[in-house]
């Protein structure tokens, strides 16, 4: 499939300090997609932090994307019965989200985006974006990388020496990585060198 006539799902997890990184990735990759439907954690959705105010988000998302914000499990639940969409982004995806995926808890919109989206055997894009990637998180991001149907979004270490454990995707390489997994394939490399 291409991209082009894709439904994508674009998911973002709390990892506020990479949330303008993945706006201006995501105003790249609306006009390169289908159609794109923003989706917020509650985390997201509902928090003010230093790095911005929820309501100021929502709204950016949903002018980039022309598309209301999806945040709540009930919203997202129809993505497995009615077959709504050929690929879900999560981008960051959170150390949190990674464990949850990977033990199958659904909680939130986001796992519950997954869990209904991967029930048709469609592609999930990860861009893993955590403090403890190289950590307690790797076991999680290793599993997940094993899982048919999932893929990841290129990745390096951001501050090797001030942060040692923390990975970050290269939020510009959604768009590659989005084509590469609807064609069922993993865009290579997977690890980038140290930013």
């Not at 945040?71 to 990674?98: H, W």
């Not at 990388?145 to 999932?150: E, I, T, V």
């Amino acid at each position: 499939m291409n991209l082009k006539q894709a439904r994508v799902g674009f998911a973002l997890c709390g990892s506020y300090c990479t949330h303008a990184q993945t706006l201006r990735a995501l105003t790249e990759f609306v006009p390169q997609a289908g159609q794109v439907i923003p989706i917020l954690a509650e985390a997201s959705g509902h928090l003010d932090t230093r790095f911005g105010r929820n309501q100021t988000l929502r709204l950016q998302l949903e002018a980039i994307c022309g598309n209301g914000v999806l945040d709540s499990i009930s919203q997202v639940e129809p993505f497995g019965p009615k077959k709504q969409l050929d690929l879900l982004v999560i981008a960051p995806c959170t150390g949190n989200t990674l464990a949850k995926l990977a033990g199958g808890i659904t909680d939130t919109a986001i796992t519950m985006a997954a869990k209904a989206h991967l029930r048709n055997g469609r592609p999930v894009l990860l861009a893993p974006s955590t403090n403890d990637g190289l950590s307690v998180s790797l076991r999680n991001l290793g599993d997940l990388l094993c899982r048919k149907h999932y893929y990841v979004v290129p990745f390096r270490q951001d501050d090797p020496f001030g942060k040692p454990n923390s990975l970050v995707s290269e939020m510009s390489l959604i768009g590659q990585a989005a084509q590469a997994a609807l064609e069922e394939r993993q865009l290579q490399p997977v690890l980038l060198a140290a930013g």
